[in-house]
Structure formats: structure tokens, C-alpha cells
């Protein structure tokens, strides 16, 4: 899987973001029809993965989670098993806390 920083283009989305949360870090990727947001705060990392189109397939999950555990998430602070994912047709969010 593909994922293309997409950040320039959803300027507003991601001062919105920035303005209104704890998030100290909001990026946008494409996958062609799939959308991800990657947010981290000083608490937790956030991936949002959403499709207008279709169905979510379980190996996107799992290609974008891999995707951002290899090169965005730094895996020393967090535990893998107390990831929480939130998982409807067409919008996952996964919540990765940090480590305290």
C-alpha cells in the first residue's frame, strides 16, 4: 500500500485541528479513495482512516497501522496491546496511548 503525504492539501483540517485539540502534530495521507489523519499529542498518537466509498478491508487497517508503527510512531513509548480501535463500515479510529 501507498500512502502520499497529502498535509498541503487540507490546510484548514489541520489548524482546525492544532487550534482545537492537544494535538501537537496533524498530518493527511491518501491512499486513492482511503484518507488517513495522523495526530500526536503529548498523551497518545491518533489514526483516523476513512473511505466515502466503500467497505474499509481489514488488510488496509493493517497495512496503515504497520505503515505508521514502522515510520511515524515512536514504539518505545507505546504498548501495542492497549491499542483501541473503533471500527464502523467506512471509519476506523485507533487510539495509541503513550506510555507513562
Known amino acids: 500500500m501507498k500512502l502520499i503525504n497529502t498535509t ?4 484548514q483540517l489541520v489548524q482546525s485541528q492544532l487550534e482545537n485539540t492537544d494535538a501537537f ?3 493527511t495521507y491518501s491512499a486513492g ?14 489514526l483516523l482512516i476513512t473511505n ?4 474499509i478491508l481489514p488488510r ?3 497495512g496503515i497501522r504497520d505503515f505508521f508503527l514502522k515510520r511515524k510512531i515512536d514504539k518505545e513509548i507505546i504498548n501495542p496491546s492497549r491499542i483501541q480501535t ?5 471509519l476506523v479510529e485507533m487510539s495509541i496511548p503513550i506510555n507513562q
Not at 479513495?33 to 491518533?46: C, M, R, S, W
Not at 466515502?52 to 467497505?55: N, V
Open 8 to 11: 498541503n492539501s487540507h490546510i
Open 25 to 27: 502534530l496533524v498530518e
Open 33 to 46: 479513495n482511503t484518507d488517513v489523519i495522523f495526530t500526536q499529542a503529548p498523551l497518545h498518537y491518533e
Open 52 to 55: 466515502k466509498y466503500r467497505a
Open 60 to 62: 488496509e487497517i493493517e
Open 86 to 90: 473503533i471500527h464502523t463500515e467506512r
